[in-house]
Each structure stands twice: as structure tokens, then as C-alpha cells.
């Protein structure tokens, strides 16, 4: 270890240079800054590392500090250069992720502030409490509230409360939860849902809820109106007729509150709290009304002061007109799915992951006790069925009460024909009864009318911002245009105006009974999702999920998933179904088109558990020849490079079994690093966007063998591994060089060491492309460089013309002309690429009618058969019947062709013919050998010509030749390789591919440029040909 130097008492750091008196610079635009003070007095000596800050975890954007950069692993660990600074810069700029329609992954990005002024943020009373409560506190308490308490008793009454409470409290927990998980920016439910499920849930609730809340403000608004008409009524100062009547208010109310929002949401916040202050004034007129004493019109109409008799005969449940406990829970459950109007300007908050939980909580809480409080209230004070006739009064010497109304009957009154006919007054026949209870009537329609608009006015800020944020995520490019922002709040004008229209149209024309249930059940989906988003994200157990709320339970928040889908189906079935369609069919279309987003949800995370989960239970159990499948090694290079072998590995995999295609890098470990990394995730997301089912790996080594021996070694995972090489024939053997020849065969060596299945794909036109690619690649830089530099100087963004103007063709096709940027190569070299090209795609397509030619020489397993079988069950090859050929002996063809026919149909293959080569051991004709000797010929030592001791020296300098000595051992397999090339010639000559087994050469006996002269006269001249040689395990078997 070396020394450190000591310097007046302080420690030197050995890797800067002494002779200089500042420690090592970071170049931040030309100008050099120091390590901080903080640094260096943390440690007392200079150092590159930095102490830990939050400046280090922001995203780049980010509004609420600049992201600031640690000097990475490399500049920490590698060789200091003296001299030389360290470029790492202060600061990350924003590099414009997500301005041109894409998804940005910073969650803190928000809007810059105008400079105008400051935008506007609310605290957890005014953002979340208030809207909240005004949400939950609607018609339902001043209008409906009686009749569900006369209809269920305060007994069961209790419980449709509690339930629902029970509901929304768990949802609140849940929300909390996620909300306190990270920072939270805007769009409400649909950026909780949307960050822990991912957009394909995200994108689906997202539209749903949003539409939701725009066609909430129809339903909001038509209530407001109608309660207007009434009063018309009562005047006799209708305008048209009532249904005309209530649109024309309808529209005009609607048009009121775009204004309030537009204006912006300070005047929205200051509206609500007026219509807050009506509300409570209302709420506390009702509870003031009870105490005071009833008049007799009052007491005729059933309303007297509180009574035990009233109480306790309003307790059982009295369910008329065919209504059940499900049924009354189902009208008054809507009035509690308010407690999202808080989280849905989640935006405009100061700090949401504080607010939302509080402030929502505390609104289930308080608007909890106020409907129980004032619905005891009227039920200890009003009987369920009045006549409100005067003379309705029991006489002084009256026989005692029997029979049914007997606590009105107890304070006097004869309300006993309200059994046999039915009355207008009580808690059960008249929606009055709050105004008629209440201290002050017209306060209550004020109390009304301040519901059902603080419910419009929540609905109309809640669409458009949740709208919004969807469209900027862009999970829907066609609804991108809603995302843009104005002014300070980044107001969605856009999206107010479209949720303007959606309202008036079905203010207009929509049958609002009708669709009521439905939007009930579209905010009970956005509750299922939150609930079951704070359990999935639990029961993932990913190391993120660290919510600062700590008082919620997995299993609370799937329970509350299923009530809340239980109770959509208590509301209304067909509504919940319809609701489940547009879901699904939503989360399948943003599926399909697979928004270019990663958030970590925790379907990720999920994933991810149960792939090692299924990883492990396989381990458990031993390997069984009838679920053998092939898991492809490939060795394509970077997967562009061998397009080919690619698509017929993948045609073997497909999505039912593993492919790997594998790189090895060679070269110094410190040059060709960056290379690999750089490359890892541009070559997965290659695969991903072609659809490969394929993994990408790559491994740096000093030379090409050893690489590929990793790769054998280590790949894979349990039995998840794979069993089989597949490599491109290097048909460029001959000038190539001794060390890449014995290279390549080491591979195949090294392959069947480790008992892998081996194969090896020739194309006469070659496998390689990557020459294209890189002028591909190289021609698409020089026209971006092109465009930027005519953008700068054609500011008003005219399109470029000239020579880097968007071509209609293809770049395949413009680059089958043009290998390098520098100029047009020469016309040979062009059409031989444009054969290449074209030869790279053609496993890619649709195989045309024909055959798949199988030369099963050797049993080595059944590789060689199972693989031509699988490729027929794909789509592509379908069109492909197999043809078999195998060896026979001459004078008994018949006999070996009804053998391998038996044990084809044993092996339950099917194939159009059998072929018996009866002639395979035949001498080849002199023109092939003459073929053969004139490619070995170069490689030849012709020791027989030669003095011994130069024979000696030759065989020392070049060990890799080959030796007449072993031409004359191997003359006959030499030959038979010949031979095989012949009559593959003769009878595959058509063939759409063509399957050989493969010759295997024995190691340290056969040299190897003689194996590769004896693959190369095999395959040569031929259709795409596939040379296998198994592992000589049985693939196949005809047992069940």
C-alpha cells in the first residue's frame, strides 16, 4: 500500500497531483470550481467524494432545487491523469425529456413560476378539508337523509352509514399511504393509481374518472336547477316549462362556474368558502329547528319535538315499494364518494403528502358524525307517516292507542290511515322535512342550493386538472393537445372547456337518471384501484415502498378493493359491468400501444417476485424429455448485426422458451466497458420495439473464445439456461488468420465440452449487416447534426430541404446503395449489399409454400428433428411441409424407409416424404474434390515434399496446418463431406431451408482449418442451411 505523504497535520489524497495548489477541477462550462468547504472539513483532506445531499436524488427539472451530480464509479475508481480535469458538472440541465409529447420521470417537475407572480398554494383546510367535506356534504343531507332513515330505521340506517364510511376510510388510509410514498404532483386518483399500477391501469381509471367528474357537474348542476323550478313552481313564474326551464338555468349556472375557475383557483377557493359558511349555516339551522317547539300545522305534518316513543318506533327498518337494505345503501352511498376532491388539485397543494391525509380523513370524519347526527335527529323527532290535517287531533277521552302511528297517537294525534292509504307527510313520503324541521325553512333550499354547486364547482377543477395530467403523461397521444397549461397555476384552460361542453350536452340531452349509476360506479373503480394499489405495492415488499403513513394494512386495503367492487354491483349491475368493459377495453388499448413510461410500478415489482419465485420451484424439480424445449445461445454480435440468425433462433424460441443473443466485446477491459453499457439498454430496447422475445447480454474479454466460454458457463439462471449454441458459419475462414480459425472452432469445441446442443446457420449472401448498420446509424447523426444546425438558422421552424430532407424510402433501401457517408461505394459492392439486405430479412416474413429438407444422418438425440418439427408449428413456416433423408444401406431402402416412417409415427411427426440415400458412400466426382483440394490447398504443410528437419521447423512455426499424414487418416469423412454437398445439391436444392447434421471433428486429432474446409464444402452453394449436432441426450420421446 502506498504511503501518504503528511502536509501540516492534513492527509493528501495520492490521487491528485502535489505540484499543483488546487485539488483536482470539475469543468463546468470552461470555468473550474473547487470541492466544497463541507468536503474538505468533513474529512479533514481533499477528497472527489461527496457527503450526502438531496441535491444528489433529484430528478433533472426539477423546480424545487437543481439536481446536482456526484462524480461517478469511473472518475472515483480509475487511474487519476495528472493535470488533466475532471469534467463532472455542478448541475443537470433539464434535456427537454418530456416537452415533445413523451412522459417525463420527474416526479417533481411542475411549471416554472410566472414571473408575474407566485403560483397559488393551498394548505390541508382549504385544498383538501374544505372541498372535501363540501363534496360529501350534498343533497342527499338536506333532501333524501330522512326518507333512507324512515325506509331502514335508524337501526339499519346506522349501519348504511357506517358501511359506507367503513368504504371511504379505508380508501383514505389506502390513499394516504400512496400519497406519503414520494413526492406527489398533480392529477389526483389517476397519478396514485397511475405511479404504483402503472399507466395500463393508470391510463384506464384516468379517462374514466375524469369523464366522471365532467358529467358529475351535469348531474350537480340539473339538481341545483330543479330545486330552483320548484320554486318557480310554487311562485308561478315559469319561464317555458319545467324541462326547458331547468335547462336553460342549467346552462346558465354551468357557464357561472367555468367563469369562477377559469378566473382561477384562488376565486374557486374563495367561492367554496362562501358556500362552506351557507352549509354549516344550514346544517346548524336543522339541529337548531329540533329544539324548537312545533307548531300544530307543523305537528300535523308529523314533526314534533324530541320523543323516546318517536325514537325508539323509527328504529326497525319499514322498507316499502319494494326497497331492501341494498337498495336504500345504494342511493345513499353516492353522497360519500367525495373524498377524492382533495387529492385531485393534488397540483395546487403546498405539500400534498401531508395535506391529502389529513384533510381527507378528518372530512370523512366530521361529514360522518354530521349525517348521523342530524339523521338521529329527525328520527327522534319525526314520525315516519303523517296526514297534515289539522283535525287529524285524538279526542280528551280517546280509548288508549293500539295499532300502527302509536306514538303520534301518544302525543295526540290520529295518524292512523296513513296504513291503509298513502299519506304526503313524514320522514318517508315528504323530501321536505328538513326545511319543514329546520329553525329557518329558506336557509335549508340555500343549504341546498350551496351543496349542489360547491359539488359542481369541486367536479369542474377536478376534471380538467385530472385530464390534464393524464394528457401530459401522453398515454393517449391523440389527447395531448389538452395538456397545455396557462398562467401560473398552469390553469387546463383546454380541458375546462371541453369538460364545459360534456356538461351542457348532457344537460341538454342526457338522461341523468339513467346514467347516475354509472358515474357512481366509475368513482368506485378509482376507489377499487387506490385500495388495491396500497396492497399490491405491499405485497410486492419492493425496497421503494416506504410510505411515511404508517396506519394502514395490506389486507385492509384488499378488503376494501372488494367492498368497493361489491358495492358497484349493489348500486347497480349493469352499471358495474359497463364499467368493468370500459376498463378492460381501456387497459388493453394502452397495452397494445405500450406508452414508452417506466414510473417502477409495483406490476413491476410483482413481476419480478414471481419470475424468481417460478425460477426457484423449477429448480426444484429435475428436467423430463417430454418439456424439453430449445434455449438458444445466439452469438449474433450487437442484435442488429445478424438479423438472420436472430429471427431463426427466435422462430425456435418464440415467447415459449429462452433466447439469448450474446456479444463478446474483445479488448482491454477499460476501452471496451463503456462500449457494453452503452450498448445493454440500445439493444434490449431494440428487441422490445421489434418484438423479439429475447434477452441481450454482453461480456468483455481479452479475446473472442474465452468470451463465448462465459457466456456458455454462466448464462441463465437455474433452469432457466440455455442448452443450445447458435452461431453464423465464418465464411470468411480462408483470410481470416490461424488465431480467429482456431478461435471459432475452440467455440464448437468448447460448445460440446458443455454438452450444448450446436448449430450453425450459412446463408450464401453472408449473416453480417453490421457495415449498414453502422452507416445507418452514422447517416442518421449527420442528418439530426444537419437539422439542428438549419433550426438555428430558420428560427420560424421551416422544414429543411435539401440533401438530409426525409426520405419516403426506407433507410434499408437507401443503405443497400451506401455503406459509408463519405461516398456511394462501387456498383458491385452495392448490389452485393443490397443481396445482403435483402437475404437478412428473409426469415423475417411469411415462408412461401415448400419444404424443410431434414438429412438426419446421426442420432444425436433428436435435436436435429425436434428442430425443423418446431419451426413447422409456427405461423411463418406453417406453409412448410418436412421432408426427411436419411442413410441407407444399398439393396434395403424399403426396410429403412418403413422403419424411420414407424418411428416418426411414434414420435407422432408428420412429414410429406422419406428419402433413403442408398448412395452416400459413393466417391464424389473429381470436380468436387478438385473444389475441396483447391480450398485446403493454402493450409497444407505437403510435409512429403520436404527434408525431415524442415518438415520439423514447419510443423513448430505452423502447428495449425494441415498434414498429408491426417488427409490420408480422415480421407473418407473428407470425402463423405463432399459427397453429403452433392446430393444435398441434387435433392434440396429448393428447398425453403435445409437441416444437416453436423460432422463433429475430434479434439487435438483433426486440425482445425481441415473442420472448417470440411463445414464449408458441406454447405456450400445451397439455400439457407442449418448444420445440428445434438448433445446425444434424448429430446424426443413416444411415451406419454
Known amino acids: 500500500m502506498e504511503k501518504m505523504q503528511s502536509n501540516g497535520g492534513e492527509h493528501v489524497n495520492a490521487a491528485y497531483d502535489p505540484t499543483l495548489d488546487e485539488p483536482p477541477g470539475y469543468e463546468v462550462n470552461g470555468d473550474s470550481r473547487t470541492i466544497r468547504p463541507s468536503v474538505v472539513s468533513a474529512f479533514g483532506h481533499d477528497t472527489l467524494d461527496r457527503v450526502p445531499n438531496i441535491d444528489f436524488y433529484r430528478n433533472a427539472g426539477s423546480v424545487s432545487g437543481h439536481r446536482a451530480v456526484r462524480p461517478s464509479l ?10 488533466g480535469g475532471i469534467s463532472v458538472p455542478d448541475i443537470v440541465e433539464d434535456d427537454g425529456e418530456g416537452s415533445n409529447g413523451t412522459p417525463s420521470d420527474d416526479v417533481e417537475l411542475a411549471v416554472p413560476l410566472d414571473s408575474k407572480g407566485e403560483a397559488v398554494k393551498f394548505g390541508w383546510i382549504r385544498g383538501v378539508l374544505v372541498r372535501c367535506m363540501l363534496n360529501i356534504w350534498g343533497v342527499m343531507l338536506f333532501i333524501r337523509l330522512s326518507w333512507v332513515f324512515g325506509q331502514a330505521g335508524w337501526g339499519l340506517g346506522t349501519v348504511v352509514i357506517a358501511l359506507s364510511c367503513v368504504v371511504t376510510t379505508i380508501t383514505g388510509l389506502s390513499m394516504s399511504a400512496i400519497c406519503t410514498n414520494g ?39 340539473v339538481g341545483f336547477a330543479e330545486t330552483v323550478v320548484d320554486l318557480l ?190 299519506c304526503k307527510f313524514g320522514a318517508m313520503n315528504n323530501f321536505q322535512v328538513m326545511t319543514m324541521v329546520s329553525g329557518f325553512g329558506p336557509l335549508i333550499i340555500a343549504g341546498t342550493f350551496s351543496a349542489t354547486l360547491s359539488s359542481a364547482l369541486a367536479s369542474l377543477v377536478s376534471a380538467p386538472k385530472v385530464f390534464q395530467a393524464l394528457c401530459k403523461d401522453n398515454i393517449y397521444t391523440v389527447l395531448h393537445f389538452f395538456a397545455k397549461g396557462y398562467g401560473k397555476n398552469d390553469e387546463p384552460i ?123 420451484s423449477l429448480s426444484g424439480t429435475e428436467d423430463h424429455v417430454k418439456n424439453f424445449r430449445p434455449q438458444i445461445l445466439a452469438l449474433t454480435g450487437a442484435v442488429r448485426s445478424r438479423p438472420a440468425l436472430l429471427d431463426l ?136 447534426e444537419q437539422q439542428a444546425l438549419e433550426n438555428e438558422f430558420m428560427p420560424n421552424g421551416g422544414k429543411a430541404k435539401g440533401l438530409f430532407r426525409k426520405s419516403r424510402k426506407s433507410s434499408q433501401q437507401v443503405l443497400t446503395t451506401r455503406v459509408s457517408v463519405c461516398g456511394p461505394p462501387p456498383p458491385q459492392v452495392a448490389k452485393m449489399n443490397e443481396k445482403l439486405v435483402q437475404a437478412s430479412a428473409q426469415f423475417k416474413t411469411k415462408q412461401p409454400k415448400g419444404t424443410i429438407d431434414v438429412w438426419w444422418l446421426f442420432d444425436d438425440g433428436g435435436l436435429t428433428l425436434l428442430l425443423p418439427y418446431i419451426l413447422t408449428t409456427r405461423k411463418k413456416w406453417k406453409d412448410c411441409k418436412l421432408r ?107 428447398a425453403n431451408l435445409i437441416v444437416v447434421s453436423m460432422p463433429i471433428a475430434r479434439k487435438e486429432t483433426i486440425s482445425d482449418f481441415l473442420y472448417m474446409a470440411w463445414l464449408d464444402i458441406l454447405t456450400k452453394d445451397l439455400p439457407p442451411i442449418l448444420l445440428i449436432r445434438g448433445n446425444h441426450k434424448s429430446v424426443l420421446t413416444f411415451y406419454s
Open 494 to 616: 383546454r380541458g375546462y372547456i371541453l369538460t364545459f361542453i360534456i356538461s351542457v350536452a348532457f344537460i341538454l340531452v342526457g338522461d341523468l337518471n339513467a346514467i347516475a349509476p354509472i358515474i357512481s360506479n366509475f368513482f368506485l373503480a378509482s376507489y377499487a384501484l387506490i385500495n388495491f394499489s396500497c396492497f399490491h405495492a405491499s405485497y410486492a415488499k419492493s425496497p421503494g415502498w416506504r410510505p411515511a403513513y404508517k396506519y394502514y394494512n395490506m389486507w385492509l386495503s384488499l378488503l376494501g378493493a372488494l367492498l368497493c367492487c361489491g358495492v358497484m354491483f349493489v348500486i347497480n349491475w349493469w352499471a358495474a359491468l359497463i364499467t368493468y368493459a370500459l376498463e378492460i377495453l381501456l387497459y388493453i388499448y394502452v397495452a397494445v400501444k405500450k406508452p414508452d413510461v417506466n414510473w417502477g410500478s409495483s406490476t413491476q415489482a410483482v413481476t419480478f417476485i414471481s419470475a424468481v419465485s417460478n425460477a426457484l
Open 74 to 83: 469511473q472518475e472515483l475508481h480509475d487511474v487519476f491523469q495528472k493535470n
Open 233 to 422: 313552481k310554487e311562485n308561478n313564474v315559469l319561464m317555458v316549462d319545467p324541462l326547458n326551464d331547468i335547462r336553460i338555468i342549467g346552462c346558465i349556472t354551468v357557464v357561472l362556474l367555468l367563469g369562477i375557475s377559469v378566473a382561477g383557483m384562488e376565486w374557486e377557493a374563495k367561492a367554496q368558502i362562501v358556500l362552506l359558511v351557507i352549509l354549516l349555516a344550514a346544517i346548524v339551522n336543522v339541529f337548531v329547528g329540533t329544539f324548537i317547539p312545533p307548531t300544530a300545522e307543523k305537528k300535523s305534518k308529523g314533526i314534533f319535538n324530541y320523543d323516546l316513543n318517536i325514537f325508539m318506533e323509527n328504529f326497525p327498518p319499514d322498507f316499502r315499494n319494494g326497497e331492501s337494505f341494498f337498495s336504500v345503501f345504494s342511493i345513499f352511498f353516492p353522497a360519500a364518494t367525495g373524498i377524492l376532491a382533495g387529492a385531485n388539485i393534488s397540483g395546487d397543494l403546498k405539500d400534498p403528502q401531508a395535506a391529502i391525509p389529513k384533510g381527507t380523513l378528518l372530512a370523512i370524519v366530521i361529514t360522518a358524525i354530521t349525517y348521523l347526527g342530524v339523521a338521529l335527529c329527525v328520527s327522534a323527532s319525526v314520525v315516519r307517516d303523517a296526514t297534515g290535517n289539522l283535525t287529524d287531533l285524538l279526542p280528551s277521552e280517546a280509548p288508549p292507542c293500539v295499532g300502527s302511528a302509536l306514538a303520534a297517537c301518544e302525543l295526540g294525534y290520529n295518524f292512523s290511515s296513513c296504513a291503509v292509504e298513502t
Open 884 to 990: 426427411i433423408f436419411v442413410a441407407g444401406q444399398p439393396g434395403r431402402s424399403e426396410l429403412d424407409k418403413e422403419e424411420m416412417k414407424l418411428l416418426l409415427q411414434k414420435f407422432r411427426i408428420k412429414c410429406t416424404d422419406i428419402v433413403v440415400i442408398d448412395n452416400i458412400h459413393l466417391k464424389p466426382r473429381n470436380d468436387s474434390l478438385k473444389k475441396l483440394e483447391d480450398m485446403i490447398e493454402p493450409f497444407r504443410l505437403h510435409e512429403r515434399t520436404k527434408e525431415s528437419a524442415q518438415v520439423e521447423a514447419m510443423r513448430k512455426e505452423h502447428s495449425w496446418k494441415i498434414t498429408d499424414e491426417e488427409l490420408d487418416a480422415f480421407e473418407e469423412k473428407t470425402n463423405l463431406q463432399v459427397r453429403l454437398n452433392e446430393l444435398l445439391r441434387e435433392n434440396s436444392k429448393t
Open 183 to 221: 413526492v406527489v404532483r398533480g392529477g389526483g386518483a389517476y397519478y396514485l393509481i397511475s405511479r404504483s399500477l402503472g399507466p395500463e391501469f393508470g391510463g384506464s381509471i384516468g379517462l374514466i374518472f375524469a369523464f366522471a367528474n365532467a358529467v358529475a357537474v351535469a348531474m350537480y348542476v
Open 649 to 784: 433462433a427466435h422462430s425456435f424460441s418464440k415467447n415459449y422458451g429462452l433466447c439469448l443473443t450474446c456479444e463478446v466485446i474483445v479488448g482491454p477491459r477499460s476501452e471496451a466497458l463503456p462500449e457494453m453499457n452503452a450498448g445493454m439498454e440500445k439493444n434490449q430496447q431494440w428487441l422490445r420495439k421489434t418484438k423479439r422475445k429475447a434477452f441481450y447480454t454482453a461480456v468483455v474479454c481479452e479475446s473472442y473464445r474465452e468470451g463465448v466460454e462465459t457466456l456458455l458457463q454462466a448464462s441463465g439462471l437455474g433452469r432457466m439456461k440455455p442448452n443450445t449454441l447458435m452461431v453464423g458459419f465464418k465464411t470468411n475462414w480462408k483470410i481470416s488468420g490461424a488465431e480467429a480459425v482456431q478461435s471459432y472452432v475452440g467455440v464448437l469445441h468448447d460448445a460440446l465440452d458443455f454438452e450444448y446442443g450446436t448449430l450453425i446457420l450459412r446463408m450464401n449472401q453472408g449473416l453480417d449487416v453490421s457495415h449498414i448498420v453502422e452507416a445507418e446509424e452514422e447517416t442518421l447523426k449527420s442528418a439530426k
